[in-house]
């Protein structure tokens, strides 16, 4: 076992309970919470169900889903069609209307958007979350398959592994160092997936660049498995200057043997 992991995660994309979409999940969830406290929706469900309701840009619900203002206009809005509704749209438009109606301040909010998005993630990172605690062994399966990609080992940079999702765009990036410490990366974005990888390459490449400039700098080649030097010639034909050219890169041919002449 690893002495200890960390996690990371970049974009995720909303998976809620099944049967719910993620604006659907997030209502009902801040209705609940309302009805258990006592309260007003938060400004997160009331986000979410002006989205839901608002029928283009120069409308009221779609300044409170954009900016957190309450217009004017917005009762005229929420009560029109309001008997041709679903009992749940029914009930949200309630909530909604409440919401307003409490609200002191009805000017915009700073920060409004991003604070629904800090909210979101934090929903998505403890769901991914409670998914691993239900099975423990993911992450010994995880490192245990073979990865798609491998970069490296332990005992240089460190060892990384690509995972890609099967069923979704995105997947884990993987590493391992010398003290058993495990990363992993997870995003559902097969663009930062791929840009990750990328940087973890060129990482890598410039570690190898490093590493052979300075054994070119203590004066002999770097240590290697492979390319292997070409074979000397045979016989007495030749004086050695068709094998020089031969040599793979990293390897340098002596000039001068001994010296005084030898």
């Not at 996690?7 to 099944?18: A, K, T």
């Amino acid at each position: 076992m690893p002495r200890s992991v960390s996690f990371e995660y970049g974009y995720l994309s909303p998976r809620p309970p099944e049967g719910d979409s993620w604006d659907e999940w997030v209502i009902e969830e801040g209705i609940k919470a309302a009805l258990r406290e006592g309260r007003s929706i938060d400004d997160r469900t009331a986000h979410y169900i002006a989205a839901q309701l608002h029928e283009g840009q120069d409308t009221a619900l779609y300044g409170l889903a954009s900016t957190g203002h309450v217009g004017p206009q917005i009762d005229a809005e929420l009560a029109q069609g309001y008997h041709l509704q679903t009992d749940q749209v029914r009930k949200w438009i309630r909530w909604l209307g409440g919401y307003c109606a409490f609200r002191q301040d009805l000017g915009s909010v700073p920060g409004w958007t991003e604070a629904v998005a800090a909210l979101d993630r934090a929903d998505m990172v403890a769901m991914r979350e409670a998914e691993r605690a239900q099975d423990p062994g993911w992450l010994d399966s995880l490192f245990g398959e073979q990865p798609t990609e491998v970069l490296g080992s332990v005992d240089e940079l460190g060892w990384y592994g690509l995972v890609r999702h099967e069923d979704r765009p995105g997947g884990f990036v993987l590493s391992q160092d010398e003290q058993g410490f495990w990363h992993v990366y997870e995003t559902d974005s097969q663009q930062e997936l791929d840009g990750l990888w990328a940087d973890v390459n060129q990482l890598y490449e410039e570690f190898q660049r490093d590493v052979e400039s300075q054994a070119d700098d203590q004066g002999y080649p770097p240590e290697r498995d492979e390319p292997q030097i070409p074979e000397l010639p045979r016989g007495a034909d030749g004086d050695g200057y068709d094998w020089m050219e031969r040599l793979p890169r990293g390897w340098v041919p002596v000039a001068s043997w001994g010296r005084d002449g030898w």
